[in-house]
């Protein structure tokens, strides 16, 4: 597996992603979206990155929507 970083922001998206422990997954989900957000201020229209960051963002949101989900599951 290729884990080459294209953008300097996907460090940010694979430390989320990479988290093991539960409590710690909102704050890292939380710093890789604000990351995504600024670079995406910062952007320009017609950039390639653009469709990346959207990518990225949307994956957070479900991984992060799925993770509240198990935890309320598990309550």
């Known amino acids: ?7 300097p922001w996907q460090q940010a998206v694979l430390d989320a992603f ?3 422990q539960p409590e710690c997954l909102p704050e ?3 710093v890789a979206e604000r990351t ?3 670079r995406l201020h910062n952007l ?5 990155e653009r469709a990346a960051l959207h990518d990225a963002l949307n994956l957070l949101h479900v991984v992060f929507s799925l993770t ?6 598990n309550s």
């Open 1 to 7: 597996m290729d884990t080459t970083l294209t953008y």
């Open 18 to 20: 990479l988290e093991l």
């Open 28 to 30: 890292k989900i939380n």
């Open 36 to 38: 995504i957000r600024e």
């Open 44 to 48: 320009q229209p017609d950039s390639n």
């Open 68 to 73: 509240e989900a198990e935890d309320r599951a």
